[in-house]
């Protein structure tokens, strides 16, 4: 077993905990990932202060970037010193949705990506079993996974830019050029402007879009935004968000997407959708939440609601292609580094995160 640091959820609404924790060997299908960066996500904060039901202690994190260490038997994509990216949208490649081409809809990824019960846990502490967040727990010096989680990316790519595609830019270019219909000239609004929001404003704009709002309540937020491709802004605490949207745009976006998750801005963005608009909910909410719109408003403006999951991506082919995309200056992702924080800080990179003073992603780096 090897010993790593780790940040440990011991307890919800709780500070994390670094800790020490053992990791098991790679075995079939494994690899075992020394991390070179890790991105944190809101849905990591989501987990730290609201219950979803998870075995404690749990490693958080799934935005990982980092080097093959070392390969269990039977994994025959990767090799010692490939570096790797991981995504929460591992795939059997085998049941009813992967056949379909709707991998990120895998009905068989929790019994692919994890162990059988009856083998050891992958994480322990003390001997006692830890919970692995997205079969990831990507918050940790080495990380021990499913090659099915796993995908190559091209060596010349810094690390601490690479971990950004595994979730915040395959969701929100994703939910843009994937998940959405955008045409060339089409209209489309964002709402939230953190990573995944930034991601759908310059996916908008590789799609074709004519024009693009951001909105947001953080000045700073709206000035990286125009940076991602914004043709306009709008502060929602500046007067009716609605309001302004559709008078941008005259009359309602034809896409228009919602990134914070929760119940006031899904309504507001429902309304910001033209005629025969679509709106798409792509923030994720905590599990209590229920979102309430206007149905005679959806009925006779034939407005289409979606709910979009890791941007409808097939990882494995998205990601080497967002990081070609990069490498031609197609996309930015050095501009979507908000900072970087050793793992010791994390809880102080979170808070700024409550806080609403952090820009762009925060990056845990690993030396």
């Known amino acids: 077993m090897a010993k790593v640091k780790a940040a440990l959820l011991e307890k919800v609404g709780a500070p994390l905990v670094i800790d020490e924790v053992e990791l098991d060997s790679p075995r079939e299908g494994e690899v075992l990932v020394q991390v070179r960066a890790s991105g944190l996500c809101h849905s990591d904060l989501s987990y730290i202060d609201h219950d979803y039901g998870f075995r404690l202690p749990i490693v958080l994190g799934h935005e990982v970037a980092g080097v093959v260490a070392e390969v269990g038997p039977g994994v025959r994509s990767l090799a010692p010193g490939d570096h790797v990216v991981t995504c929460l949208s591992g795939h059997c490649g085998l049941c009813t949705m992967c056949v379909q081409g709707k991998t990120w809809l895998c009905t068989e990824q929790h ?4 162990r059988n019960k009856g083998m050891p ?16 727990g990507g918050l940790a010096e080495r990380v021990l996974v499913s090659e099915l989680a796993t995908v190559r990316v091209r060596s010349d790519l810094a690390l601490d830019r690479a971990a950004l595609l595994g979730c915040s830019v395959v969701t929100g270019v994703g939910a843009a050029t994937k998940a959405a219909c955008i045409h060339a000239g089409d ?27 951001a909105v947001d309540v953080d000045d700073a937020k709206l000035g990286l935004a125009v940076q991602f491709g914004a043709d306009a802004v709008v502060d929602a605490q500046a007067g ?16 228009a997407f919602e990134v914070v998750g929760v119940a006031k801005t899904a309504a507001q963005v429902t309304k910001m959708a033209a005629k025969g608009g679509s709106v798409y909910l792509v923030g994720q909410p905590t599990p209590q939440v229920e979102y309430a719109f206007n149905a005679f408003d959806l009925v006779t403006s034939a407005k289409s609601v979606q709910g979009v999951l890791m941007g409808a991506t097939q990882f494995r082919l998205d990601i080497p292609r967002y990081a070609d995309l990069y490498s031609r200056g197609r996309i930015k992702l050095d501009e979507l580094v908000g900072q970087h924080v050793r793992l010791e800080d994390v809880n102080k990179a979170f ?11 925060t990056v845990v780096v690993f030396d």
């Open 187 to 213: 209209k489309v609004v964002v709402v939230g402007c953190g990573a995944v929001g930034l991601n759908i404003v310059q996916g908008a704009r590789l799609a074709g879009a004519g024009f693009v709002v």
């Open 121 to 136: 846990s992958r994480i322990s502490r003390g001997g006692a079993r830890v919970t692995q967040s997205a079969h990831i």
């Open 240 to 255: 009716d968000a609605v309001a302004a949207v559709r008078e941008l745009t005259g009359g309602g976006a034809d896409h």
């Open 351 to 361: 808070q700024a995160m409550r806080d609403r003073t952090s820009v762009g992603r």
């Open 111 to 114: 019994r692919v990506l994890g």
